[in-house]
């Protein structure tokens, strides 16, 4: 077998900038993010929506059924809308009723298979599920701008354009829940077919097929069809707390091969040798939208609004830097981004995202590689001498920290008792740590490293002696492997904001319109301009979708 010539590339970025928490909380969606990627296999699968099943009463109450066929296997969205009280509209965890809940179905579900479904749903994890349920999720209105849009249709007009772009969906989930979660498939169930074997591909369906619904309700509800300029400004919502944020810290190798796609690609653009007109032309209009869509997101939070001005401030000044001829020199890419150091992180990575847009041919099958077979293993013939070079070698972050200064350990993550959710707690004026989570690897590094004497005593040896720091020990060789795998801040110092954890993840959904209400939730957008259930076939150009209602 030949083997197969990979594209040239740049030296990828250093995992110890990359995999700082600071940069990571910059980070944007890009066209390797899941929701474009899914996107892409529909329109390559050529698949048609359609809707078998729509029992709605004249205010939007009931059921419905959205059916298509992707990677030759049936897939249906079991949507369920009730009629919510104000005073239980929640999107905190602990909440018990929603306006709408979903299933994604394994198939096309039977009327005694929607049945079930449909008296399920609504009790969400108080419900029991089958195997033939991929995916369970809720979600809330948002009830002023559903209620404009309504009322606008109702009137024979169409919402003000204003507020589209204000809210951006008429409803966010507070939850999607897939992998077994609540007796629902395995992850294995599906992970072999196509179009759903990459990360939270059926995840990604799910919320898709969600924003169609919600456009289809307030369209059945107002009597009159929106305008497709305004669907597609309208995706889904979301609010995301801090029960994804242990994900990342507890994936690394997932962690790894994200962020090995992400930082590969950046690394083949960068090493592109000259830009023809076609791309030069592309790169011009991607900033401008770019520039749109900074004018577009406004938030309360002080932190993200003083980011989100600096990024404003910027992109002129990064602009007036792409002269004719800075882009028809030799690696042009490189450059800009080298020089893109001057700026802000957000301002680099917003610059670096923009950079991959116009280059799919090159980089969208990288993302055959976000999933990953690999899981940490520990190799207990490596001598102890070895081991405490890794740690010298790729862990100064975390031996340099004093953990007994009590900023640099002040918090401690933990499960909750009533909702199984992680939480994080104020060691100094909290109870609880003695329930803490294992989510503070700087420490448990250290700790290793302290013991470690160094030697040719093999290290299944020394873990005999010292078998809790087993974890610690897997986790150093892991890295030496895999570069991107861990978090390069302290997980339980003061400083740490669970939130740039939050939009890493988020970023590689696809999310956008980042909006914290606290350095621990936040509310985000997802699908906003995707195409709709008839316009896969021009799937792939909505890259931070700017307003055009």
Wanted: hydrophobic letters at 40%; one cysteine or more; aromatic letters at 8%.
């Amino acid at each position: 077998m030949k083997d197969i010539a990979l594209p040239p590339q740049k030296p990828m970025r250093p995992p110890s900038s990359v995999m700082r928490l600071r940069r990571m909380g910059a980070a944007f969606p890009t066209r390797l993010s899941f929701m474009r990627t899914l996107m892409r296999a529909l329109a390559a699968d050529d698949v048609k929506v359609t809707r078998p099943v729509w029992e709605m009463d004249v205010a939007g109450f009931g059921h419905a059924v959205y059916a298509l066929k992707f990677g030759g296997y049936n897939y249906s969205l079991v949507a369920v809308s009730t009629d919510l009280p104000p005073d239980m509209r929640t999107d905190r965890v602990i909440a018990t009723a929603w306006d709408t809940a979903y299933v994604l179905y394994d198939g096309i579900p039977d009327q005694t298979e929607i049945d079930r479904i449909v008296a399920s749903a609504p009790k969400q994890e108080a419900a029991r599920y089958t195997a033939r349920d991929l995916v369970l999720s809720r979600a809330n209105k948002s009830v002023r701008l559903f209620d404009h849009v309504t009322d606008a249709l109702k009137a024979g007009g169409q919402p003000d354009p204003q507020k589209i772009r204000d809210t951006g969906y008429l409803m966010r989930t507070t939850a999607v829940y897939g992998n077994g979660k609540f007796g629902i498939a395995d992850r294995g169930h599906i992970a072999d077919r196509p179009g759903l074997g990459g990360p939270f591909m059926a995840e990604m369906l799910t919320v898709w097929l969600i924003r169609g619904f919600t456009h289809d309700l307030a369209e059945h509800v107002g009597g009159a069809s929106l305008s497709r300029e305004t669907k597609r400004h309208l995706g889904i919502g979301n609010s995301t707390g801090l029960g994804m944020a242990p994900f990342l810290v507890n994936h690394p190798l997932l962690l790894d091969a994200w962020m090995s796609v992400r930082e590969t690609a950046i690394a083949r653009v960068r090493a592109i040798p000259t830009l023809d007109e076609d791309q030069i032309a592309r790169i011009y209009d991607l900033v401008i939208r770019a520039a749109q869509y900074l004018s577009e997101w406004n938030v309360p939070d002080d932190i993200a609004s003083d980011r989100i001005d600096t990024m404003r401030q910027e992109w002129p000044e990064f602009a007036a830097t792409l002269t004719p001829e800075a882009l028809t020199a030799q690696h042009p890419i490189d450059r800009i981004i080298t020089q893109s150091a001057q700026w802000s992180i957000d301002t680099q990575e917003l610059i670096a995202a923009l950079m991959l847009e116009p280059f799919g041919a090159l980089i969208d099958g990288l993302t055959d590689c976000m999933a990953t077979p690999f899981v940490p293993e520990l190799d207990p013939n490596m001598s102890c001498s070895d081991l405490k070079a890794l740690v010298e070698t790729d862990w100064d972050w975390a031996c340099d920290v004093d953990y007994n200064d009590p900023a640099e350990c002040a918090q401690f993550w933990y499960v909750s008792e009533e909702k199984l959710e992680p939480r994080l707690g104020n060691r100094h004026e909290e109870p609880g740590a003695e329930l803490e989570s294992p989510l503070d690897i700087g420490r448990q590094v250290k700790a290793l490293s302290s013991d470690l004497t160094g030697g040719d005593m093999p290290i299944g040896q020394f873990l005999a002696q010292h078998p809790h720091h087993r974890a610690a020990a897997r986790r150093v060789q892991s890295l030496a492997r895999h570069p991107y795998a861990e978090i390069r801040d302290n997980l339980i110092s003061e400083k740490c904001l669970p939130i740039d954890i939050l939009r890493c993840k988020l970023a590689f959904f696809g999310a956008g319109k980042f909006d914290p209400k606290s350095d621990r939730w936040t509310r985000i957008t997802l699908a906003q301009g995707a195409p709709l259930f008839d316009e896969l076939a021009n799937a792939d150009d909505w890259w931070l979708p700017v307003a055009s209602v």
